[in-house]
């Protein structure tokens, strides 16, 4: 197994023979790094370019700029338009392939009036064999992952990034909002600036470091990791307030989801699941597990694979012990239920 610094080596190789380069760069840890390490090797020949698109969070482009500023990079910013391409729109599973596609276009016309061979993107060596349709129109295109052929993975990638003082070498993975509409919902302007304010919220607010707001059309299903839930579901201040903000931005359905946060977690109703007695009425099906866990009284219906549960003021503050919510979940997960989305607004309101 190569260390560190062979895989450092390594990409050098690949990146100095190149000269002049255009990279994909989103301000994340993969294409910040990818970034830095091309500009350590070519000097004034690395070049960023950035999507200002309406499916990045508000904030995300001024902070993708500091890094380059930081480290004197050339920073261009392209115009894309995927919202306009019917194909992206409709929100099929390869939605990015049509959002990498509009990036690459524009990469291509910039490097062919700066005359440069080379366009790269941050893909790395984890990424490989995960479901993620922007690679191939990378591999179509010719643009070059040098992360990747590397064998640089993601905790290689972070270790590099604290090495060179990267203000995002911690920094959560961040996903483009698109991502929080499940496949075939629609991706709309509307939609995108509700998630964004959403999350902005989430982040500014409430201090939650890594969210994700999951847009079901009328319903919003907030995603946090295991100790943030706890806390939400323990402070009924924060939960109140949450719940008036998202009505407020025109959410029917305020709801928090008991699996917690999953990156990539809509790929999950791309999976089969097994029989689990779907033919039985949910009552049936549900009420027995509720009742094994005294989660009684409670109403709760069905969408696809997401259960809706809406539950007392004291009850959601029992679901803030870990192993109780783990539990249920686990015993809903059985009954074929990926998506356990707890209303904030309690049943005795």
């Not at 470091?209 to 995603?223: F, G, K, M, P």
Request: net charge negative; aromatic share 6%; glycine share 6%.
């Amino acid at each position: 197994m190569l260390s560190l610094d062979e895989k450092l080596m390594h990409l050098e190789e690949i990146l100095r023979p190149m000269r002049q380069v255009l990279v994909g760069y989103s301000g994340g840890v993969d294409s910040a790094t990818l970034a830095v390490a091309a500009q350590r090797v070519l000097g004034e020949g690395a070049i960023c370019v950035t999507a200002d698109s309406e499916s990045y969070a508000t904030g995300e482009l001024e902070k993708a700029a500091e890094i380059t500023r930081e480290f004197g990079i050339r920073h261009e910013v392209v115009k894309t338009r995927e919202l306009d391409n019917p194909d992206y729109a409709k929100n099929a599973p390869n939605r990015c392939y049509y959002c990498k596609q509009e990036l690459f276009v524009h990469m291509e016309e910039l490097a062919s009036t700066l005359n440069i061979d080379y366009i790269l993107y941050g893909q790395n060596a984890d990424d490989i064999g995960d479901f993620r349709p922007g690679a191939a129109a990378a591999r179509e295109r010719g643009v070059h992952a040098p992360l990747a052929e590397a064998g640089l993975t993601k905790d290689d990638v972070r270790a590099l990034a604290k090495r060179w003082g990267l203000t995002v070498w911690d920094r959560p993975a961040m996903a483009c909002l698109s991502s929080r509409f499940p496949y075939g919902t629609p991706v709309t302007a509307e939609g995108l600036r509700q998630i964004d304010r959403a999350e902005h919220y989430l982040h500014e607010v409430c201090g939650f470091a890594q969210v994700r707001a999951r847009h079901h059309e009328t319903l919003s299903r907030i995603e946090l990791p295991a100790e943030d839930l706890t806390r939400l579901l323990g402070d009924p201040d924060v939960r109140r307030s949450l719940l008036e903000y998202l009505r407020e931005i025109g959410y029917l359905q305020a709801t928090v989801d008991l699996c917690g946060f999953r990156s990539g977690s809509m790929n999950e109703a791309l999976l089969s699941i097994a029989d689990s007695g779907a033919d039985e009425p949910l009552f049936a099906r549900v009420n027995p597990l509720l009742a094994a866990h005294s989660l009684l009284p409670a109403a709760y219906e069905q969408r696809d694979q997401m259960l809706i549960l809406r539950l007392p003021a004291a009850t959601i503050a029992r679901l803030a012990e870990v192993r109780l919510r783990s539990a249920l979940v686990a015993a809903l997960a059985d009954l074929g239920l990926r998506y356990i989305a707890l209303e904030l607004d309690p049943l005795d309101t």
